[in-house]
């Protein structure tokens, strides 16, 4: 299921604190895919940790940060999510080398990462 916020507070814990294992009440509005096979939506409008892991869990995940920016590889896609180091989603690069395009362009529209 994909999912978007619009708090990056919600968005940099999921990526940085929130672990595998961890009990989690999300809210928010789901949204049925549009066409069979897509996944469905969720945009998430709050977040509570009801319970932690015991034991922590390695990722296969791997985050590379660039400047204000961090990328989230993940062994199993090609594409490449980028995150402002505050939470704000930038987006979806098709591959490792397009990161840096994606940036760039990021940058000339909002004016900076942070």
């Known amino acids: 299921m994909a999912c978007s916020s619009g ?4 968005t940099r814990e999921l990526l940085i604190d929130i672990q595998p294992g961890d009990l ?12 069979p096979g897509e996944a ?9 940790v009801l319970d932690t892991a015991r034991i922590p869990v390695l990722r296969d995940m791997v985050m590379d ?10 062994a199993d896609r090609d594409q490449v999510p980028v995150f402002t180091v505050l939470g704000q989603w930038v987006g979806l690069a098709e591959n490792p080398d397009a990161i840096a395009t994606l940036i760039d362009i990021h940058e ?3 004016g900076g990462g942070a």
Not at 7 to 10: A, E, S, V
Not at 25 to 30: A, F, H, Q, S, Y
Not at 66 to 73: I, K
Request: aromatic fraction near 8%; hydrophobic fraction near 40%; glycine fraction near 8%.
């Open 7 to 10: 708090d990056p507070r919600i």
């Open 24 to 35: 989690l009440r999300v809210t928010g509005t789901l949204v049925q895919p549009q066409a």
């Open 40 to 48: 469905a939506r969720l945009t998430v409008d709050a977040l509570e």
């Open 65 to 74: 940060r660039y400047g204000d920016y961090v990328g989230v590889f993940d």
């Open 108 to 110: 000339r529209v909002n």
